[in-house]
């Protein structure tokens, strides 16, 4: 199977499991089958929104739903059924260094939903503690050989958080960080990965406010033999729908970019509505539905313009 993914690709993302429950249920620990239950039963109402976009006329090839074991219940098949593309998480959820939720098992967990793509979050920076960047590497070649060797599809989402000194540079200005040098710090992590044998699909970046920086993130992933079709999109990292758009608007018209994986920009106020009895069902799933299609709209008006 060649290296890489061909075509757009729009990803509702709801894989978020420890803090989804503490957040938005407010529960701490290991939850109940009755909590469980009720998480799932959110998790539903989300997929519920795709389906009122797709019945309104989201491509369902182009379609994706990003969607953890834990609490995903029967949306994964179901998914399936409606024909869009599912990507499932491989990795411990909220934990600063990446390591498998399932441990060595997690190939048999893979094949049981036969997912699109196995995602996995990283949170990495290239001038962070180097033995804990070399034990997330060995473990991220581990999965990636693993995956291609099984003709599978990786999701790779990076996150870079600052160091201390990084953010000392910009006066503790979190969006002088994102701006000055988080994106030369992505390229950097994402060369890490490659010169460590690590080889990516399609990565799932943070959105950067220059297109200019996009398109070098998008030349970084594509450089090195064999790695012509890799694509990137973007993440919404829970931003608003005003910068959320800006990076949408940065990227979508990058060689290279194919589409994003957003989660909380779309679902999250409707969710709350929901949970709070000032939303109904169907009015939440429909908020849902006009989130995501409007992101797929600023994306695809950006290209035609």
């Not at 849902?288 to 409007?294: C, E, F, G, M, V």
Request: charged share 30%; hydrophobic share 40%.
């Amino acid at each position: 199977m060649a290296l890489g993914y061909d075509g757009k690709l729009y990803i509702l993302a709801f894989d978020h499991r420890g803090s989804f429950q503490k957040n938005m249920f407010g529960i701490e620990g290991d939850p109940t089958p009755e909590d469980t239950e009720t998480i799932s039963d959110a998790k539903r109402l989300i997929f519920e929104g795709m389906l009122v976009a797709v019945r309104r006329g989201a491509e369902p090839a182009a379609t994706g739903v990003l969607v953890d074991e834990q609490f995903g219940s029967d949306i994964p098949a179901r998914t399936r059924e409606h024909g869009l593309k599912l990507a499932m998480p491989v990795e411990k959820s909220g934990q600063p260094e990446f390591d498998f939720q399932y441990g060595d098992d997690f190939g048999a967990h893979i094949e049981k939903f036969d997912p699109d793509f196995s995602k996995v979050l990283v949170r990495y920076n290239p001038e962070d503690e180097p033995e804990l960047n070399e034990r997330q590497l060995g473990r991220l070649k581990t999965l990636a050989d693993w995956l291609h060797e099984h003709d599978r599809k990786f999701l790779f989402e990076l996150l870079v958080p600052a160091t201390d000194e990084q953010l000392a540079k910009v006066d503790g200005d979190s969006d002088r960080y994102d701006a000055e040098l988080r994106p030369e710090l992505m390229r950097r992590t994402i060369a890490d990965c490659q010169n460590y044998g690590i080889e990516v699909d399609v990565w799932k970046i943070e959105g950067v406010d220059a297109r200019a920086d996009a398109v070098m993130l998008a030349e970084q992933a594509r450089s090195g033999e064999g790695r012509e079709g890799v694509t990137c999109v973007l993440l919404g990292r829970g931003a608003s729908t005003e910068k959320v758009e800006q990076w949408l608007e940065a990227a979508s018209t990058v060689d290279g970019f194919v589409g994003f994986a957003i989660g909380r920009s779309i679902w999250w106020d409707a969710l709350k509505g929901f949970l709070a009895h000032e939303l109904e069902r169907e009015a939440a799933a429909t908020k849902i539905a006009d989130n995501y299609l409007h992101f797929v709209g600023v994306y695809e008006r950006q290209q035609v313009a």
